[in-house]
């Protein structure tokens, strides 16, 4: 998709500083631009190798123009990059259709320009809203509801009544809304009996979950995920789990059964979190950390490490008197 | 699936007091129960809103009628729930049915009552028995055997000559067979060489296994997963591991190569087990905990923590000296 | 694949002792040896309960020979044995042949000798070259380069664009391309928008990639896996990382983005690696380490352990030395 630098400038709310019509038709990094592409720098340091590079403009935080090539001067170069790759980055030749080879149960509505891969299933009562793609050989199970512009990826199940909002990406084996892991155990037995795993799966807007990744339905309720979360792959959320708004949750991470996510979280990669936690707004979990059992995290922009996880100071703390003991004996 | 409280308390073998024709539809938590939803009650302090919640009927453990509504009285609530969630919850319509777009090699043979699903591939040789229900898109390799009644979810791959028991629960993404990790390095070249991995998968009845999940075959025996057994999702088991009946892996667990895991073990979420490690009978293994190559895992009831795993007393001990160590210094 | 104990010695170049005429078809380890059986021994404790095995041939390091079968005398027995299994586990009628169920674009280019299993989908601008087997309900996105005896197992997806060498194995339910986990925050609305994710991956010749197994492509640039590395179920490998040859990686672990991991490095289960860390050749990281962000780790057969990993001999003294603290206190 060919645009000038002026048109990005304009579509970023960028400051443009020289020629405005210089043709834009991709994004790189500095090191690999070819002609034609857009380039950012956060770090002024490598203001010069930008200028330097094949890349035909710049985004940079800084208007000093160092002559050769024009800048889109924006106070968040990353975002504003983000953002340029939107128009420069469409994919071509994305007309809708149906593959002859997908099995669409005649019950099923599907609505304006979506596009229906190879091999997929779509089960009875389903509703798939516009712009929707399903990727090749995924499931989509009975009366399973999917809003406006989802970009589902291949091998994708979903399973029976999984409510999803608009504009979720979920990537290639995500598995959504499987049961929960609930058994009784008979102590006359001690064998374990299945405990009802009848609940819903509702996603909210503008969710991406990443390869892999399983979330479970609720047991009784519902699990549910918030507005514009973004779960990395191989990321496993049990059932009854509530997540908030706007929260990360980097790779491999488990979230068990009933554990409350607040809006704005981070949680970095292999983190465990056992059930019935409370992560409150804002707070950070380092990379392995581990919450127990109804434990309540809270702390806004505090970031918590270890197993159980507490507060970085004073786990570093402990670090270092430990190596310090260890060295002495 | 309609019945009344007194069929069900009869199916149940509860106390019935009150009114046993009312008919009950379904489950539910007391939060979202409605008419015609039977609900239990652990904590009896939570009795009082199960009798003012919309449900029909209240399974507790305490058989004081609060006069409202029918009381099937047990002496284990969640356990009885569960029971009658086998009766309330069939899916209804679950006429046998093989779908034309699945590819079923003619030598296969199947049981009775099975269904094949959209996009099925079931490979030469294969046996499947009776009541079985092959999801969606799933793979069903050279000779593989499925006992009776197993539910196998969408997008799961069984690798050839894997043998499954009865009544077995298979979720999505799950792949059974796999080869194990094993390796020769050529001490010459430092390259490594591929170690075969041709030996079987066995997993007896009753066991459920979670969403992309993974179970290994044995590299020249085998990889058994005892009677009984349920594992959630995300969880790795290794090649010629040996797991007893009635364990629970919490989803996220790993085990390594030739691990033996005895019967009644549970195994919290995250924990890593190394090759050639021993879990005797009724040990209880913390989440994320680890067990170092070789080790052996004794006491029944007892729980491990921490990487090395040891006795949780311990492990707490050792956390709070660390604390005060690092508080002092 | 039958061949004599002459030939096997002669293909793995081990030193016959014994009858070179006896028939060889297949391998086994010593407790499940059958009649036609090769089985191998590594300590030389093992060698008679080898020699009283049914099997027919007996691969060791030390050439005396106890008389009733003939001995392949090998210094790296293992390693013989592994070589052996080339030879006498070759799967019998494996005819490259297309199945009609597959939807394979009339763009797309197979070499000879391609299988294409059931329910494959093969998009636009694919190449896939001589002797590769595409499993049951795989996805090859569009424009993906598949090298020369490739192995797909079911199941898998490959996202567009994807280049892989030669003799790669791939397990069931991997997924290779998907978009790395990249987004900016936009400090204003606190709501995260994606980064493009539109980088490439390059998997080098036998590499050989575990059951549901995830990797990223680069976000601008590229994720590359060199060759020969082992990578076991269940790992994920962030965008841009770079990992050399003859690597190994045990299951479970993570790589976050822009990792290095050079040539020879061996990393136990469940380990973390954090953003921009870089592992130099030959380290060696126990199961269940974390390595913090940008942090590098040196030191050619050193073992690290521990969350932050360090060279296991300090680390199993700070553990001793906790341990006598909890003690005293």
Not at 12 to 40: E, M, N, Y
Request: aromatic content about 4%.
């Amino acid at each position: 998709m060919a645009h000038t630098a002026g048109e990005i400038a304009d579509f970023i709310q960028a400051q443009l500083i020289g020629d405005g019509s210089v043709p834009l038709k991709g994004i790189a990094s500095i090191t690999s631009a070819r002609d034609g592409d857009l380039v950012f720098v956060e770090d002024e340091r490598n203001l010069s190798s930008a200028i330097a590079s094949r890349a035909s403009a710049v985004i940079a935080r800084d208007g000093t123009n160092l002559g050769s090539k024009p800048l889109l001067v924006h106070p968040e170069p990353r975002l504003a990059f983000a953002r340029a790759a939107q128009k420069l980055c469409i994919r071509a030749d994305r007309k809708p259709s149906i593959h002859p080879s997908a099995v669409i149960h005649p019950s099923a509505i599907l609505g304006g320009g979506v596009t229906v891969e190879e091999q997929v299933v779509i089960r009875e009562g389903v509703q798939i809203a516009n712009g929707c793609r399903i990727g090749a050989g995924s499931v989509i199970g009975e009366n399973a509801v999917i809003g406006e512009a989802c970009e589902i990826y291949p091998n994708v199940t979903i399973y029976p009544g999984v409510r999803l909002g608009n504009r979720l990406i979920i990537h290639a084996g995500a598995v959504l809304g499987s049961d929960g892991f609930g058994y009784v155990r008979d102590e006359k037995t001690g064998h374990y009996e299945k405990f009802p795993q009848i609940g819903r799966l509702e996603i909210e807007d503008d969710v991406e979950i990443g390869a892999n990744s399983t979330v479970d339905r609720g047991a009784l309720d519902v699990t549910r995920i918030g507005r514009g979360t973004k779960i990395d792959n191989l990321v496993h959320i049990g059932h009854n789990v509530h997540i908030g708004e706007d929260v990360v949750i980097a790779a491999q991470t488990g979230l068990s059964g009933s554990a409350v996510v607040e809006n704005g979280v981070v949680i970095g990669g292999q983190v465990g979190i056992a059930d019935h936690v409370k992560i409150e707004a804002g707070a950070i979990l380092g990379a392995q950390s581990g919450i127990p059992t109804k434990k309540i995290i809270r702390g806004k922009g505090v970031v918590f490490w270890g197993t159980p996880a507490r507060p970085i100071r004073e786990y570093l703390k402990e670090l270092a008197a430990l190596a310090r003991l260890a060295r002495k004996s």
